[in-house]
């Protein structure tokens, strides 16, 4: 038996205003789970408040006058009683507050046309893949997990499972692959925990054996390095980096400057090679340049960190970069068909959990120069 419309109202408008109870919560996830028109309802009704919050904060809204556009728009006349409970009020406005999201992604331009967009993106994610040393390859794929050797693999993130001492798997190297467009979190068998950005590959040993910690990472990731006498060493296409226990950054994605940015400790870097080794401190970076030098330099832990919580700066920062940075993380697919704004300059942020619209809404506002188009899981920028 399908749930009751107003039913689902209600408990989507109590979830959203955070006074849901841990029984309805439960019942409303079920739903969300096993019935497809509550699924959609459910998403639909995040999108609209998302995109309502990110467009408050970017410009001064006239709360009333926003209000009575919306009342206009429903038909119906904005309520004079006065309410004595948030709970009250929520559930006299349980059945219109999802028409009423609804109708706001109407007002702020995310039509129906662009969620099934974003839906059809969502469907088309590559999987997370795991390659055993043998070449065996499981995928993971929405909630589904996998377990190989001694870990088992989430949707989102990676758990031990007791080790098997005496066994293979003390041979066994992984290889995690992280597509466009997610994130992975892992915690290595010394206790080194690992957060891995999106379009990275990190190899690693499922038990870490003889006088060093050996990992290789071609993309970006965050580790935490559990204290041990044995040195713990990052391998990468362009430097290697040796810590004891720490807390850094690396970024070796193609197309930019590899970096890796120290958090906490001290680390060791040098060119694959090993000829030079330097030394960096907290709060400093060590950069390979294009003419194959490292640098040291300083940064800004909040921007080098920020992936970490969804949000990418831009900094002045070319649209062909920007695009760049945006299909990788988001997945999407954002192509500039007209060369003459592909070294425009930006500044902002991109939010992952926010509608990729709010980005695109955010760089035409910033030139007349520059238009978007949204057709059949493309964007074209000209």
Same mark, same amino acid.
């Given at each position: ?8 109202d ?17 019942l ?7 019935d ?35 009342v ?33 992604l109407?007002?702020?331009?995310l ?6 967009f974003a839906?059809?993106?969502?469907s ?21 997990g ?28 992984i ?18 925990s ?15 054996s003889?006088?060093?910690? #050996? ?7 965050? *580790? +935490?390095?559990?204290k041990?006498?044995?040195?713990f @060493?990052?391998? &990468? ?18 197309g ?13 870097i ?31 832990t ?6 970490l ?5 831009f ?14 993380v ?8 007209d ?11 991109? #939010? ?7 980005? *695109? +809404? ?7 120069? @520059?238009?978007? &188009? ?7 920028l000209?």
């Open positions: 038996m399908k749930p009751l419309r107003e039913h689902i209600e408990l989507i408008a109590d979830k959203i205003s955070g006074q849901i109870s841990a029984e309805d919560d439960a409303l996830t079920k739903y969300i789970g096993t497809e028109s509550v699924r959609l309802q459910w998403e639909q009704s995040l999108a609209a408040v998302a995109l309502y919050k990110a467009t408050q904060q970017g410009s001064n809204i006239n709360e009333k006058a926003a209000w009575n556009k919306l206009e728009k429903l038909g119906a006349e904005p309520p004079t009683v006065k309410l004595k409970t948030q709970k009250f009020r929520w559930l006299v406005a349980a059945s219109i507050l999802v028409p009423l999201l609804l109708v706001s109407l007002w702020f331009s039509s129906n046309s662009d969620m099934q839906q059809k993106k969502a088309k994610t590559d999987p997370i893949k795991v390659m055993l040393s043998d070449g065996t390859t499981y995928t993971i794929e929405n909630d589904k996998v377990t190989a050797g001694e870990i088992h693999f989430g949707a989102k993130s990676a758990s031990r499972a007791d080790q098997r001492k005496g066994t293979a798997l003390a041979n066994e190297v290889t995690l692959a992280i597509p466009k467009g997610k994130t992975y979190a892992i915690v290595l068998a010394d206790g080194t690992v957060k891995i950005n999106s379009a990275s590959v990190l190899k690693f040993p499922l038990v870490f003889g006088k060093t910690r #050996e990992v290789e990472l071609d993309g970006e990731a965050y *580790l +935490e390095v559990a041990n006498a044995k040195p @060493i990052v391998k &990468t296409p362009e430097m290697d980096v040796k810590v004891l226990g720490t807390k850094f950054n690396v970024n070796t994605y193609p930019n400057d590899a970096q890796t940015s120290l958090i906490e400790g001290s680390v060791a040098s060119n694959n090679d090993h000829t030079k080794e330097f030394l960096i401190k907290p709060g400093q970076a060590a950069v390979k340049r294009a003419n194959n030098l490292i640098a040291i330099e300083n940064f800004s909040d921007k080098v960190l920020s992936w919580g969804g949000t990418y700066y900094s002045n920062m070319p649209l062909r970069e920007i695009v760049n940075i945006t299909n990788r988001t997945g999407e697919d954002l192509y500039i068909t060369s003459k704004i592909a070294n425009y300059r930006f500044s902002g942020a991109l #939010e992952i959990d926010k509608p990729i619209k709010v980005l *695109l +809404e955010n760089i035409k506002a910033s030139s007349s120069q @520059i238009q978007y &188009t949204i057709k059949d899981g493309r964007i074209e000209y």
